[in-house]
């Protein structure tokens, strides 16, 4: 019998988990698989390890990795899970309820026809109409920037082979973007569409500028764009400087040229706020290449909460 594994990251979502498990459960009963389902917790402040213990006392086949303190987004619970995961196929998905657990069998129905990677594409999103236009605008200026062929408006939410968790597991980047792997690492790939929910339980701890880092690290990790703007925006301003010399000179030898610092003042400040944009970008590379060659774990698991009966599963 082949086993599906199902990892979800979790971070303060009491309100959620107990209906997510519920959910799947009810999702895969019917389904002729061996399971299991990881919670993989980045160190939550609320009542989310009492509800753990509640699951894994009672189903063997749940457990719950707990992180030593939190590590950031979601992307490292999700490695996390990924790595202790011992399934034939594992399914990526939140626990905020926003992606749909009966959508499962969808995914596996797709695996079982021969793809290796399933991702879910969102043709309709509910919620802010300010944050769905920010999150098309993003997807679609990451497709534009990344040298990959991105998927548009599909997230975490998927399925993966096992021989593609596989590659992930032994890739030694520290700062992933399982999004951008699951279409690096290539092999074959399909979608199935469906409508994202709203949050309904709970408040997100996803701040507009925690949205906006990590696009930045999404681009940074897959685009060498903003590298090659630099090149360029730098030849247009020599340019532009040699023209404005040389029109310059002409006009001060043949014209009654106005003198004064209005218009040296304004070309300083441009120049230095190209300069500013230019090592900006420069700085967000050398930040990922810094966090990189130091090595350390992404992650650090406190502890492993599971039915004492149920072993590796």
């Known amino acids: 019998m082949k086993k599906i594994s199902i990892v979800t990251p979790c971070f303060n979502e009491h309100d959620n988990i107990q209906e997510l498990y519920d959910r799947i459960k009810k999702s895969i009963s019917n389904l002729n698989y061996d399971y299991e389902i990881i ?8 009542n989310s ?18 992180m030593s303190r939190n590590f950031g987004s979601s ?20 626990s905020d309820l926003q992606d749909p657990p009966e959508l499962i069998p969808k995914l596996i129905e797709k695996w079982e026809e021969g793809f290796d990677v399933v991702y879910a594409t969102r043709k309709k999103r509910r919620g802010s109409l300010i944050r769905r236009f920010f999150y098309k605008c993003f997807y679609v200026v990451f497709r534009w920037m990344s040298y990959l062929e991105i998927p548009l408006d599909s997230g975490d939410f998927s399925l993966i082979d096992k021989k593609i968790a596989e590659i992930i597991k032994k890739l030694p980047e520290k700062d992933i973007y399982i999004r951008g792997l699951r279409t690096w690492v290539g092999f074959k790939q399909t979608s199935i569409e469906y409508v994202r929910d709203d949050r309904i339980h709970g408040e997100t701890s996803i701040s507009f500028l925690d949205n906006f880092n990590w696009a930045k690290k999404a ?12 090149s360029k925006l730098s030849l247009i301003t020599a340019a ?4 404005a010399a040389i029109v310059y000179v002409y006009f001060y030898f043949t014209k009654n040229m106005p003198k004064g610092f209005p218009t040296l003042l304004l070309a300083i400040f441009t120049l230095s706020t ?6 900006g970008i420069i700085g967000e590379y050398l930040i990922r290449m810094f966090h990189e060659i130091k090595g350390r774990p992404s992650y650090i698991i406190s502890e492993i909460i599971q039915n004492k009966s149920s072993g590796d599963n």
């Open 240 to 243: 532009i400087t040699i023209i």
């Open 274 to 279: 190209i300069q500013l944009i230019a090592l």
């Open 219 to 230: 681009i940074v990790n897959f685009s060498y764009k903003p590298l090659e703007f630099i």
């Open 39 to 46: 919670f993989v917790d980045n160190s939550s402040t609320d």
């Open 49 to 66: 390890y009492k509800i753990y213990e509640q699951i894994t006392s009672n189903d063997p086949k749940s457990k719950a990795i707990i």
């Open 75 to 94: 992307q490292t619970s999700f490695l996390a899970g990924i790595k202790n995961a011992t399934g034939d196929a594992i399914i990526l998905i939140e």
